[in-house]
């Protein structure tokens, strides 16, 4: 089975434009969470989904971001303007509500915004 | 909302030695604690969890307690081997793992052969 596929793997852009990271839940899962990872603040959840509805978007940092889920099998965290701040690793998981509840994440996407 | 704190944030051991990595949580409502395992340059992978109705489980060279009235859990890692050199984070959850992961702040773990 191929696990949580998030894409691309590593992103190099310059302050001031839009960044789009892209995730792939495991097939069947109907749970879909957006992290952050920085050496500052360690793992910070943004933003999670159930059946594609966001539930709990406190963790968003300012109005630069978004997230949305369009469908059980894609999803993309967006960030407009992006700023050398937001240098992170992003990673999304996914699990199963009312079975394995298990978050299983993905490989992430190393973001470095110059 | 919850808080979580993990100790140490490093820690070396011999191989084959044993290892001991402890958090708190602050949020009585908590009921899932997994601990995540992270290699470099890859994501968090769960290695074992626990549910408040449990007091530890054991899976091979792994075991996790967990003491709800002191709101506190541990990772023990016996016989340590090289493989097991990365960094260990425990979570908490109020519903299982199916709503957000509260993390602590993680614990590099270098077994020295």
């Known amino acids: 089975d191929a696990g949580v596929i998030q894409s691309p793997r590593h992103e190099v852009t310059e302050m001031g434009q839009e960044v789009t990271l892209r995730c792939k839940p495991i097939s069947g899962h109907n749970s879909l969470f957006w992290y952050r990872q920085t050496m500052m603040r360690g793992l910070e959840l943004l933003i999670y989904f159930n059946n594609n509805v966001p539930i709990d978007d406190s963790g968003m940092p300012e109005d630069r971001f978004s997230a949305k889920m369009p469908n059980a099998s894609f999803s993309t965290l967006k960030i407009q303007p992006s700023e050398p701040r937001d240098s992170a690793v992003y990673f999304c998981?996914?699990?199963?509500?009312?079975?394995?509840?298990?978050?299983?994440f993905g490989p992430g996407t190393r973001l470095l915004v110059l | 909302g919850e808080n979580v704190e993990q100790h140490p944030s490093t820690l070396s051991v011999q191989e084959g030695d044993s290892a001991v990595i402890k958090c708190t949580y602050s949020?009585?409502?908590?009921?899932?604690f997994p601990w995540y395992k992270q290699e470099l340059g890859k994501g968090p992978q769960l290695i074992i969890d626990i549910r408040s109705n449990v007091g530890e489980k054991k899976d091979q060279r792994i075991a996790v307690t967990l003491n709800k009235t002191a709101k506190h859990f541990s990772l023990h890692i016996t016989e340590t081997q090289p493989e097991d050199s990365a960094v260990y984070f425990c979570a908490a959850s109020p519903n299982f793992g199916n709503e957000k992961l509260t993390f602590g702040t993680g614990t590099r773990l270098t077994i020295i052969p």
């Open positions: 949020d009585s409502a908590s009921n899932y």
């Open positions: 998981a996914s699990s199963f509500r009312r079975g394995e509840e298990t978050q299983y």
